[in-house]
């Protein structure tokens, strides 16, 4: 089974595709999370000798934030739902971490300092104004993180496993918070009209999926993934089942920017390819869809195959390699065009 979120996760997969971003980022990271603490440094109190919260639970409070900030709050004060929802998170680490409180003895003076920290950090429209821009930034990327994530799931060796509300972006945190109810008439209604576009037409459905992501805070890119590739194991459970998983060579200048593999059985072949450590990539710029010169020379290269033309399930965009049968390799220039991720068929 391949899980990337389960009832029992202390941070969802779209969460935590947020905070990868950080390491290609580190010394911005520092940066803020320095100027933070000292933003927040008169919010804090002494207790029992100790400073509440400690650098490292303060540390965890930033990192949870960037990976939970909810998509479409803009410069509004948060809700209190989520401020409990932090507070609680909060509240349940600090005991797990038993370094200044614990379940068996819990030091109530310490957790009430750090649930008023939290707070009264979340309420300082100062701090926002600071937070939200670096954390907009992350986000994106953490988009994209996670449809990579998303497809090689779909597409690598195993059952894929979707957990209860993760067909859109789900930024939930430990349970109970990973267990709330899941509003499916949404996600139904949103899935209809994906099909309802998608499959109405024998138009170029291009434009419709660049649309898709030029958009992907709404969600819909992630459960249009997921629609397609789970209809595609269903027409071809042979390949799914019973293929080859093969690991494929990336040359070029942004070699380690992408990964791909491809799965051969007998009733045919795919291949997955998707970017990585795209922040890095990209120089924290917003443009992966739409920018083909990023790519340069960078190509994937194919095992030994007669087929020559493939398309990519997502766009439906033809796809074709270059070279003889066994050197022949595709361009990365165009492949990311109008999605995110390709995977070809």
Known sequence: MLATSTHDSKRSEDVRARIDVLSEMPLAWHRHVRNWRKLNRDKKSSCCEIEAPTLNDEYLFYQTLVGAWPFGSGDKDPTERFIGRI??????????????????????????????????????????????????????????????????????????????????????????????PVDYKARRRTLQVLKNAFDSTHQSIVPKARELAQNMEDGRIKLYTLWRVLALRKQRPELFREGKYIPLRITGEKAKHVLAFARIAADGLLITAVPRLCAELLGGKHNLVGDCDIWGDTRIELLPTPQTRFENLLTSEPVESEGQTNTASISLTGLYANFPVALLI
């Open 87 to 180: 507070s609680d998170f909060m509240h349940k680490a600090i005991r797990e971490a038993k370094e200044n409180t614990n379940w068996a003895n819990p030091n109530q003076d310490y957790e009430s300092a750090v649930l008023r920290f939290v707070k009264s950090v979340l309420e300082s429209q100062e701090f926002r104004d600071s937070f939200l821009p670096f954390q907009r930034k992350v986000a994106y990327f953490g988009m994209l993180n996670s449809l990579s994530q998303t497809l090689i799931k779909l597409t690598a060796p195993g059952v894929p496993d979707i957990y209860q509300g993760n067909e859109l972006w789900e930024f939930s945190l430990v349970d109970p918070d990973n267990r709330r």
